[in-house]
């Protein structure tokens, strides 16, 4: 993985040094973990420079405030415009993109409302997540010995700070046992979700993902595989998943903006179907692929030009 590190950070509206981007101690999102951000990533194509799903991923990062009552004092646009202004700023041909908006230094109750809401857009070269062998060979997963939240305890909706020591919980016990990663199970034991990805089994050739009741973060990679793999002549059924059909799918597979589809060769040592990516894994990767490197015409307008063509003495 390449050194984290660019030149330049948007912060409150403005473009500053990589090294003056510091907060306070007093932080309220360093304390009780009120923090919402998004990961997005930025594909070299054959067009140009496209940021994948932009507009989706802005929505969600509102959707994510809106449940804890923060506003982002920028309209949607003006943070797709910053997210754009910021890659460029960077000089960067393919990225990972966070924006991330948090409860700055105010106000140290628990009560969040009186600290000031500070938005920031990082951005960063990032490689394959669960490394270039995986997304061959597949992984080995575990499923983790903790759960996700229970629906009236942390939103899974939002993509909070704080719901990450969850998942830092379940990425830790997966590692240290030898996993790529761990699955957790929701409240009621039905198949949640990976520490950073969404889930998917094939089994009889019809693809299955756990539904939005079982704790799950909405992925963006998700709603776009169940596109590509309907568009593909698959039937995809979102439902509650035993735990036991993971162990007996055909095929398995991770999605999200940093693991991308990353196929799945075992889980809790059982070898799921023939232990190494399955057909239908190869097609959505290759649909998948094929789209976000503009291989394929954007038929969905999923495609965003960093970019804007820039005007010249000639034109
Ligand atoms: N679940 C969790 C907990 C995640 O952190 C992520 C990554 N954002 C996902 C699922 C996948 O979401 P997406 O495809 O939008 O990246």
Known sequence: MSEIRAKKIWRNGELIDWEQA???VMAHALHY???WFEGIRCYKTARGSEVFRLPEHVNRLFDSCKIYRANIPFSKQEIIE???QTIDANNLEQCYIRPLVFRG???IGVNPLPAPIESYIIVWE????LGEDAMENGVDLCVSSWHRAAPNTFPSMAKAGGNYLNSALIKMEAT??????GIALDSEGFVSEGSGENIFLVRGGRLYTSSLNSAILPGITR???ITLARDAGYEVVEQKIPREMLYLADEVFVTGTAAEITPVRSIDRIVIGEGKRGPVTAVIQRRFFDYVEGKVDDRYGWMTPVRTKKL????
């Open 223 to 225: 709603d776009s595989v």
């Open 105 to 107: 230094a105010g106000a």
């Open 126 to 129: 990032w490689g394959s997540y």
């Open 312 to 315: 010249t003495i000639d034109d």
């Open 33 to 35: 973990g009120s923090s």
């Open 176 to 181: 240290l046992d030898g996993f790529a990663e």
């Open 22 to 24: 510091t907060v306070h």
């Open 82 to 84: 910053a997210i754009l």
